[in-house]
């Protein structure tokens, strides 16, 4: 197995520090390659894996293989919380550094309620002593490894603090919004977000109110319409913390929604910050790639607030495949609303699927389109 220098660290280290781990963790394993190795430890009584992705969860599914009594993958065999999941005793965990410190957080919390040993690994430029402050928040020994070439590893281990970890609360006029570990911007409105929410519900309500006034004219002897639906659904693609979802829930009551992500944290965001509605039977939240698992021309609207950051590198192209699911998600008539940078071209890739598409709004940083399906 060609294994990367970083994931090389981690797996040195660790064992440095744990000599014969029976209890193992991993978190954020892009390559899969943490949890390749580490079932080839001997003396395993369990592994799990916490997935930041679903395509973590998916790629450790199919490494997993004949292992499947030794491996839970969180999500799919557990809670998607980090706390909740890693419910048990460890000697070990091992991952990347998180991007930022919230999730750091998040997750130190999560180890050091279970004794174990926390080994995380970066490049020296994505990481700064903020790193080393928030691991001690939850933990009485903290250090950093020597470094290898441009990586080094910290290691969180000794007695906990017991300090724990609460997610982050924001407040809108539709409600509370929760904000959970590495969620995309934490517990605010993310400002594209709340554009789009705004511009999306006024074009709904006033297509619901004048169905409804032509549904019930009374302007002759004949007898009046069929009454139109009114009761939309409604697919908040790449939900993030719910905001979306939560202000399109309470501005239209007779509205369901779907909100999906891809990313852990914001699914376990949404599902704080929409709780009360999915309770209610009004809001589902998925753990899903550009909801794959919903059913073809299931809604009638999808809200879509694309990322364009691969990493910190400009990635237009990452688009492409949401717009394809927006397009495969709605029902004949249905309609997309989205928001993007204004300087990034989306409009050609939104006509290239929608058969009539016009700009909607525009203020000095976003743009809204909507784009609609023939009936």
């Not at 197995?1 to 781990?21: F, G, K």
């Not at 390749?36 to 916490?50: H, N, P, Q, T, Y």
């Not at 180890?111 to 970066?122: F, H, P, S």
């Amino acid at each position: 197995m060609n294994i990367s220098t970083l994931d090389e660290l981690i797996l040195d280290v660790a064992l440095t520090e744990v000599a014969t781990p029976r209890r193992v963790a991993v978190l954020d394993d892009p390559s899969g390659d943490l949890l390749r190795s580490v079932l080839g430890w001997e003396g395993l009584d369990a592994v799990l894996l916490g997935s930041r992705t679903i395509d973590q969860a998916r790629t450790a599914k199919q490494i997993i293989g004949d292992a499947p009594g030794l491996v839970r993958v969180a999500g799919v065999d557990g809670p998607l919380h980090v706390g909740e999941f890693l419910a048990e005793p460890l000697d070990l965990v091992i991952g990347q550094v998180p991007k930022s410190l919230e999730e750091t957080a998040y997750i130190a919390a999560a180890v050091a309620a279970r004794g174990g040993v926390l080994v995380i690994g970066a490049n020296n430029k994505h990481m700064d002593r903020g790193h080393n402050a928030t691991l001690a928040d939850y933990f009485s020994d903290v250090r950093a490894s020597r470094g290898r070439g441009k990586f080094r590893a910290l290691i969180a281990r000794g007695e906990p603090t017991g300090r724990t970890y609460a997610p982050a609360v924001g407040n809108t006029e539709a409600g509370p919004l929760f904000g959970v570990g590495g969620v995309f911007s934490g517990a605010d409105e993310d400002p594209g977000g709340q554009f789009l929410a705004v511009e999306a519900i006024k074009e709904l309500i006033s297509e619901i109110q004048a169905r409804r006034d032509a549904a019930t004219s009374w302007d002759s002897w004949e007898r009046p319409a069929e009454r139109e639906r009114t009761d939309l659904e409604v697919v908040d693609l790449g939900c993030g913390n719910g905001s979306v979802a939560l202000a399109i829930l309470d501005a239209l009551p007779d509205a369901t929604v779907v909100a999906t992500d891809s990313h852990a944290d914001a699914v376990v965001s949404a599902s704080l910050t929409l709780r009360e509605f999915v309770e209610a039977g009004r809001a589902r939240v998925t753990w899903d790639d550009a909801a794959g698992d919903e059913e073809e021309g299931s809604a009638d609207v999808v809200l879509l607030n694309p990322p364009f950051h691969d990493g910190t590198a400009i990635d237009a192209t990452l688009v492409q495949g949401l717009l394809d699911a927006a397009r495969r998600l709605l029902r004949p008539g249905g309609r997309l609303y989205m928001v993007h940078n204004n300087h990034l071209r989306y409009r050609p890739e939104v006509e290239a699927r929608f058969v009539r598409v016009r700009q909607v709004a525009r203020n000095p940083k976003f743009t809204v389109l909507r784009g609609d399906l023939a009936k």
